[in-house]
Protein backbone atom coordinates (compact mmCIF):
# COMPACT_ATOMS: atom_id res chain seq x y z
CA UNK A 1 0.00 0.00 0.00
CA UNK A 2 1.28 3.38 -0.64
CA UNK A 3 0.11 6.01 1.30
CA UNK A 4 2.49 8.57 1.70
CA UNK A 5 3.60 11.75 -0.74
CA UNK A 6 6.56 13.60 -0.56
CA UNK A 7 6.55 17.33 -2.03
CA UNK A 8 9.84 18.68 -2.54
CA UNK A 9 9.89 22.50 -2.49
CA UNK A 10 12.73 23.79 -0.51
CA UNK A 11 14.18 24.85 -3.79
CA UNK A 12 14.95 28.73 -4.17
CA UNK A 13 13.09 29.30 -7.43
CA UNK A 14 15.71 31.65 -9.02
CA UNK A 15 14.00 31.47 -12.39
CA UNK A 16 11.20 33.54 -10.93
CA UNK A 17 12.99 35.84 -8.53
CA UNK A 18 12.34 38.59 -7.54
CA UNK A 19 9.38 36.96 -6.82
CA UNK A 20 10.77 34.31 -4.79
CA UNK A 21 12.65 36.24 -2.45
CA UNK A 22 10.00 35.49 0.03
CA UNK A 23 7.41 34.34 -1.90
CA UNK A 24 7.83 30.46 -2.07
CA UNK A 25 7.29 28.99 -6.03
CA UNK A 26 5.08 27.00 -4.81
CA UNK A 27 2.05 29.70 -3.56
CA UNK A 28 2.19 31.55 -6.88
CA UNK A 29 -1.51 31.34 -8.01
CA UNK A 30 -2.83 29.54 -11.05
CA UNK A 31 -6.07 31.53 -11.36
CA UNK A 32 -7.62 31.44 -6.83
CA UNK A 33 -5.59 29.01 -5.92
CA UNK A 34 -1.83 28.51 -5.15
CA UNK A 35 0.05 25.79 -7.08
CA UNK A 36 0.66 23.20 -4.58
CA UNK A 37 -2.78 23.05 -3.47
CA UNK A 38 -3.61 21.54 -7.42
CA UNK A 39 -0.40 18.89 -5.87
CA UNK A 40 -2.50 18.32 -2.86
CA UNK A 41 -5.36 18.08 -4.76
CA UNK A 42 -4.10 15.51 -7.09
CA UNK A 43 -3.03 13.42 -3.76
CA UNK A 44 -6.09 12.88 -1.81
CA UNK A 45 -7.86 11.95 -5.33
CA UNK A 46 -4.70 9.16 -5.55
CA UNK A 47 -6.03 8.59 -2.32
CA UNK A 48 -3.00 9.50 -0.61
CA UNK A 49 -3.45 10.88 2.85
CA UNK A 50 -0.14 11.65 4.06
CA UNK A 51 1.87 14.45 3.02
CA UNK A 52 5.71 15.10 3.74
CA UNK A 53 6.76 18.59 2.65
CA UNK A 54 10.36 19.06 1.82
CA UNK A 55 10.60 22.96 3.12
CA UNK A 56 13.07 26.04 3.55
CA UNK A 57 13.77 29.40 4.08
CA UNK A 58 10.86 31.64 3.57
CA UNK A 59 8.28 28.43 3.47
CA UNK A 60 6.36 28.74 6.49
CA UNK A 61 3.49 30.38 4.34
CA UNK A 62 2.97 26.79 2.81
CA UNK A 63 2.16 25.60 6.49
CA UNK A 64 -0.11 28.34 6.86
CA UNK A 65 -1.81 27.88 3.92
CA UNK A 66 -2.87 24.21 5.01
CA UNK A 67 -3.87 25.35 8.50
CA UNK A 68 -6.92 26.55 9.71
CA UNK A 69 -8.04 30.21 9.94
CA UNK A 70 -10.52 30.99 12.61
CA UNK A 71 -10.34 34.85 12.48
CA UNK A 72 -10.87 35.06 8.58
CA UNK A 73 -13.52 32.06 8.64
CA UNK A 74 -15.19 34.06 10.99
CA UNK A 75 -15.21 37.20 8.67
CA UNK A 76 -16.45 35.13 5.92
CA UNK A 77 -19.55 33.34 7.59
CA UNK A 78 -20.54 37.25 8.27
CA UNK A 79 -20.65 38.07 5.23
CA UNK A 80 -22.15 34.66 4.05
CA UNK A 81 -18.61 33.96 2.20
CA UNK A 82 -18.16 30.85 3.74
CA UNK A 83 -17.49 28.94 0.60
CA UNK A 84 -14.35 30.91 -0.79
CA UNK A 85 -12.28 28.35 1.65
CA UNK A 86 -14.35 25.44 0.98
CA UNK A 87 -11.57 23.85 -0.98
CA UNK A 88 -8.60 24.23 1.08
CA UNK A 89 -10.59 23.63 4.27
CA UNK A 90 -11.69 20.20 2.70
CA UNK A 91 -7.89 19.31 2.57
CA UNK A 92 -7.29 20.23 6.04
CA UNK A 93 -9.82 17.46 7.02
CA UNK A 94 -8.73 15.25 4.83
CA UNK A 95 -4.99 14.93 5.05
CA UNK A 96 -2.47 14.49 7.40
CA UNK A 97 0.82 17.15 6.97
CA UNK A 98 4.33 16.70 8.51
CA UNK A 99 7.33 19.67 6.80
CA UNK A 100 10.75 19.48 6.94
CA UNK A 101 13.07 21.91 6.50
CA UNK A 102 16.10 21.20 4.31
CA UNK A 103 19.04 22.18 6.01
CA UNK A 104 20.73 23.39 2.35
CA UNK A 105 18.77 23.25 -1.02
CA UNK A 106 21.19 21.10 -2.21
CA UNK A 107 19.15 19.40 -4.96
CA UNK A 108 16.15 17.52 -5.27
CA UNK A 109 17.69 13.87 -4.28
CA UNK A 110 18.93 15.99 -1.21
CA UNK A 111 15.54 16.83 -0.62
CA UNK A 112 14.22 13.02 -0.85
CA UNK A 113 16.81 11.76 0.98
CA UNK A 114 15.73 14.15 4.03
CA UNK A 115 13.01 13.09 4.79
CA UNK A 116 14.46 9.16 4.93
CA UNK A 117 13.81 9.27 8.66
CA UNK A 118 9.85 10.04 8.12
CA UNK A 119 8.90 7.39 5.42
CA UNK A 120 9.98 4.34 6.90
CA UNK A 121 9.85 1.04 4.45
CA UNK A 122 6.97 1.44 2.12
CA UNK A 123 7.08 2.74 -1.18
CA UNK A 124 6.58 6.90 -1.39
CA UNK A 125 4.64 8.95 -4.00
CA UNK A 126 6.79 12.05 -5.32
CA UNK A 127 5.23 15.17 -6.62
CA UNK A 128 7.10 18.18 -7.84
CA UNK A 129 5.14 21.06 -7.33
CA UNK A 130 6.51 23.05 -10.27
CA UNK A 131 4.67 20.33 -12.72
CA UNK A 132 1.01 20.70 -12.69
CA UNK A 133 -0.85 18.34 -14.33
CA UNK A 134 -4.39 18.64 -15.27
CA UNK A 135 -6.09 14.73 -16.50
CA UNK A 136 -9.07 12.79 -16.18
CA UNK A 137 -7.19 9.97 -13.84
CA UNK A 138 -5.08 11.87 -11.20
CA UNK A 139 -1.72 11.05 -12.40
CA UNK A 140 -0.23 9.91 -9.47
CA UNK A 141 -3.41 7.06 -9.43
CA UNK A 142 -2.01 6.15 -12.92
CA UNK A 143 1.96 5.25 -12.08
CA UNK A 144 0.91 4.29 -8.39
CA UNK A 145 -1.35 1.30 -10.27
CA UNK A 146 1.61 0.50 -11.80
CA UNK A 147 3.87 0.46 -8.92
CA UNK A 148 1.51 -2.15 -6.74
CA UNK A 149 0.82 -4.30 -9.79
CA UNK A 150 4.34 -4.59 -11.33
CA UNK A 151 6.44 -4.36 -7.73
CA UNK A 152 8.04 -1.47 -9.17
CA UNK A 153 9.71 2.12 -9.21
CA UNK A 154 7.52 4.24 -11.91
CA UNK A 155 8.67 7.62 -13.85
CA UNK A 156 6.56 9.63 -15.34
CA UNK A 157 7.30 10.69 -18.60
CA UNK A 158 6.83 13.17 -21.61
CA UNK A 159 7.71 13.57 -25.55
CA UNK A 160 9.61 16.61 -25.75
CA UNK A 161 11.47 18.23 -28.70
CA UNK A 162 15.01 16.68 -28.97
CA UNK A 163 17.05 20.27 -28.56
CA UNK A 164 15.22 20.58 -25.57
CA UNK A 165 16.14 16.91 -23.42
CA UNK A 166 18.67 18.86 -21.63
CA UNK A 167 16.61 20.53 -19.30
CA UNK A 168 15.40 17.44 -17.94
CA UNK A 169 16.15 13.32 -16.53
CA UNK A 170 15.75 11.69 -19.98
CA UNK A 171 15.18 7.64 -20.11
CA UNK A 172 16.30 4.87 -22.39
CA UNK A 173 14.02 1.95 -22.94
CA UNK A 174 14.41 -1.67 -22.51
CA UNK A 175 11.19 -2.97 -23.48
CA UNK A 176 8.07 -1.07 -24.53
CA UNK A 177 5.02 -2.76 -23.32
CA UNK A 178 1.74 -0.63 -24.60
CA UNK A 179 1.92 2.64 -25.88
CA UNK A 180 2.41 4.70 -22.71
CA UNK A 181 4.11 2.11 -20.66
CA UNK A 182 7.91 1.26 -21.00
CA UNK A 183 10.76 -0.64 -18.92
CA UNK A 184 13.74 1.58 -18.40
CA UNK A 185 17.04 0.48 -19.29
CA UNK A 186 18.90 3.64 -18.28
CA UNK A 187 18.39 7.60 -16.93
CA UNK A 188 20.44 10.13 -17.77
CA UNK A 189 20.30 13.65 -16.11
CA UNK A 190 20.45 16.67 -18.43
CA UNK A 191 21.92 14.78 -21.77
CA UNK A 192 22.78 16.97 -24.52
CA UNK A 193 20.82 15.93 -27.73
CA UNK A 194 23.43 13.90 -29.18
CA UNK A 195 23.90 11.97 -26.19
CA UNK A 196 19.93 11.46 -24.99
CA UNK A 197 19.22 7.81 -25.39
CA UNK A 198 15.18 8.72 -26.65
CA UNK A 199 13.21 11.95 -26.07
CA UNK A 200 11.32 10.58 -23.31
CA UNK A 201 11.79 13.52 -20.57
CA UNK A 202 11.03 12.29 -16.87
CA UNK A 203 8.29 14.91 -15.21
CA UNK A 204 7.71 15.97 -11.90
CA UNK A 205 5.71 12.65 -10.69
CA UNK A 206 7.55 9.26 -9.23
CA UNK A 207 6.58 6.06 -7.16
CA UNK A 208 9.79 4.89 -5.95
CA UNK A 209 10.86 2.00 -3.23
CA UNK A 210 12.05 2.57 0.08
CA UNK A 211 15.64 1.91 -1.39
CA UNK A 212 15.77 5.05 -2.64
CA UNK A 213 17.47 6.66 0.58
CA UNK A 214 20.09 4.08 0.46
CA UNK A 215 21.01 4.59 -3.05
CA UNK A 216 20.55 8.84 -2.24
CA UNK A 217 22.88 7.91 0.80
CA UNK A 218 25.52 7.03 -1.71
CA UNK A 219 25.00 9.75 -4.07
CA UNK A 220 27.95 12.60 -4.47
CA UNK A 221 27.08 15.68 -5.94
CA UNK A 222 26.56 15.74 -9.61
CA UNK A 223 25.44 18.39 -12.51
CA UNK A 224 25.00 21.74 -11.20
CA UNK A 225 26.65 20.97 -7.78
CA UNK A 226 23.24 19.20 -6.60
CA UNK A 227 22.28 15.48 -5.55
CA UNK A 228 20.44 14.66 -8.75
CA UNK A 229 17.43 11.94 -8.04
CA UNK A 230 17.68 10.95 -11.38
CA UNK A 231 21.02 9.14 -10.24
CA UNK A 232 19.92 7.92 -7.51
CA UNK A 233 16.90 6.44 -9.46
CA UNK A 234 19.67 5.06 -11.87
CA UNK A 235 21.40 3.23 -8.87
CA UNK A 236 18.56 1.63 -8.22
CA UNK A 237 18.21 0.13 -11.73
CA UNK A 238 22.14 -0.72 -11.66
CA UNK A 239 21.44 -2.71 -8.11
CA UNK A 240 18.96 -4.79 -9.61
CA UNK A 241 15.21 -3.03 -9.06
CA UNK A 242 12.77 -2.56 -11.80
CA UNK A 243 12.27 0.87 -12.98
CA UNK A 244 9.11 1.27 -15.60
CA UNK A 245 8.10 4.34 -17.10
CA UNK A 246 4.43 5.60 -18.01
CA UNK A 247 4.05 8.21 -20.38
CA UNK A 248 1.48 10.60 -18.98
CA UNK A 249 -2.11 10.79 -20.14
CA UNK A 250 -3.00 14.75 -19.37
CA UNK A 251 -1.55 18.06 -19.86
CA UNK A 252 1.37 19.43 -18.15
CA UNK A 253 2.06 22.92 -17.37
CA UNK A 254 5.91 23.46 -15.77
CA UNK A 255 5.32 26.55 -13.95
CA UNK A 256 8.96 26.89 -12.91
CA UNK A 257 9.25 29.99 -15.09
CA UNK A 258 7.01 33.20 -15.58
CA UNK A 259 6.01 32.12 -18.80
CA UNK A 260 5.37 28.86 -17.84
CA UNK A 261 3.00 30.37 -15.21
CA UNK A 262 1.45 33.06 -17.35
CA UNK A 263 0.49 30.21 -20.19
CA UNK A 264 -0.43 27.45 -17.70
CA UNK A 265 -3.13 30.79 -15.85
CA UNK A 266 -4.22 31.34 -19.51
CA UNK A 267 -5.06 27.53 -20.48
CA UNK A 268 -6.86 26.79 -17.25
CA UNK A 269 -8.60 30.21 -17.19
CA UNK A 270 -10.28 28.57 -21.22
CA UNK A 271 -10.81 25.83 -19.46
CA UNK A 272 -12.58 26.92 -16.70
CA UNK A 273 -16.36 28.38 -17.26
CA UNK A 274 -15.95 31.03 -14.20
CA UNK A 275 -13.65 32.85 -16.29
CA UNK A 276 -13.47 31.20 -19.81
CA UNK A 277 -15.71 33.39 -21.67
CA UNK A 278 -13.85 36.88 -20.70
CA UNK A 279 -10.33 35.75 -21.39
CA UNK A 280 -11.79 34.48 -25.04
CA UNK A 281 -13.06 37.71 -25.53
CA UNK A 282 -9.80 39.11 -24.26
CA UNK A 283 -7.41 36.91 -26.49
CA UNK A 284 -9.78 37.46 -29.56
CA UNK A 285 -9.34 41.12 -28.62
CA UNK A 286 -5.63 40.65 -28.28
CA UNK A 287 -5.18 38.90 -31.65
CA UNK A 288 -6.59 41.69 -33.49
CA UNK A 289 -4.50 44.22 -32.24
CA UNK A 290 -1.66 42.51 -33.02
CA UNK A 291 -2.61 41.77 -36.53
CA UNK A 292 -3.33 45.81 -36.51
CA UNK A 293 0.03 46.94 -34.95
CA UNK A 294 1.80 44.44 -37.93
CA UNK A 295 -0.90 46.47 -40.22
CA UNK A 296 -2.60 43.11 -41.11
CA UNK A 297 -6.23 44.13 -40.15
CA UNK A 298 -8.30 47.74 -39.42
CA UNK A 299 -9.50 48.37 -35.74
CA UNK A 300 -13.30 47.23 -36.19
CA UNK A 301 -15.21 45.58 -33.11
CA UNK A 302 -14.50 47.30 -29.75
CA UNK A 303 -12.72 50.32 -29.18
CA UNK A 304 -9.95 49.87 -26.97
CA UNK A 305 -11.30 52.36 -24.19
CA UNK A 306 -14.77 49.58 -24.43
CA UNK A 307 -12.28 46.85 -23.26
CA UNK A 308 -11.77 46.18 -19.48
CA UNK A 309 -7.90 45.60 -19.19
P1 LIG B 1 13.78 22.99 -9.47
O1 LIG B 1 15.19 23.01 -9.86
O2 LIG B 1 12.76 23.06 -10.53
O3 LIG B 1 13.43 24.14 -8.44
O4 LIG B 1 13.52 21.72 -8.56
P2 LIG B 1 14.30 25.30 -7.87
O5 LIG B 1 15.70 24.89 -7.62
O6 LIG B 1 13.52 25.82 -6.72
O7 LIG B 1 14.17 26.36 -9.06
P3 LIG B 1 15.25 27.21 -9.89
O8 LIG B 1 15.86 26.22 -10.84
O9 LIG B 1 16.22 27.81 -8.92
O10 LIG B 1 14.41 28.23 -10.58
C1 LIG B 1 12.38 20.89 -8.67
C2 LIG B 1 11.68 20.77 -7.32
O11 LIG B 1 12.60 20.33 -6.33
C3 LIG B 1 12.57 21.18 -5.21
C4 LIG B 1 12.06 22.52 -5.73
O12 LIG B 1 11.42 23.23 -4.66
C5 LIG B 1 11.11 22.10 -6.84
O13 LIG B 1 9.83 21.86 -6.34
N1 LIG B 1 13.92 21.30 -4.64
C6 LIG B 1 14.95 21.66 -5.44
C7 LIG B 1 14.08 21.10 -3.28
O14 LIG B 1 13.14 20.77 -2.55
N2 LIG B 1 15.34 21.27 -2.77
C8 LIG B 1 16.41 21.61 -3.54
O15 LIG B 1 17.52 21.72 -3.00
C9 LIG B 1 16.19 21.82 -4.90
Redesign the pocket.
Known sequence: MITKAII?????????LPATKTTP??MLPLLEKPAIQYIVEEGLKSNLKTFVV?T?KNKSVIEDHFDPYPELEHYLASRKKNDLLDGVNKIINSANFIYLR?K?????G??IWSVKHVVGKEHIAVF???DIIVSATPCMAQLMQIAIQEKCNVVAVQEVPIETVQSYGVIGVRKQFSPNLFQVKELVEKPRPVDAPSNLAIV?RYVLSPNIFQSLDEMKLGIGG?IQLTDAIQNLLLSGEKVFAYKIQGTRYDI??PMGLLKANLDLALRNSKYSEEMLEYLTYLDREMLVMQGKATTMGKPRSMIQL
Do not use: I, S
Not at 104 to 108: A, I, K, V
Open positions: PAGGLGTRFKEVGQEPLGLHALPDGEGT
